[in-house]
């Protein structure tokens, strides 16, 4: 009818082996972000939280505001 001759077993199987190949691909990929995104045992996510850490660049840049906020205030 479609000029087509896959029935529809056929495409089904073509379309589970293609699961199959992207798996076997991506798994890989997956297990290195999963070991490498670990730190100390823990999941990068579990770091500390924003603002608890010291930082020079941080330091630099909050005195910078400083600075601004100051030009701008006295004009």
Known sequence: M???SLMVGDILLVSFF???????AFAPLGY???MYSMK????FG???P???SESK???LAE???HKVKDMLGKK
């Open 40 to 43: 100390s045992g823990e999941p």
């Open 63 to 65: 005195q910078l505001i």
């Open 57 to 59: 660049v941080l330091d």
């Open 46 to 48: 579990d770091t500390e």
């Open 18 to 24: 293609m699961w199959i190949v992207a798996i076997c």
């Open 2 to 4: 479609f000029g087509s």
């Open 50 to 52: 924003h603002g608890d």
């Open 32 to 34: 290195f972000i999963y």
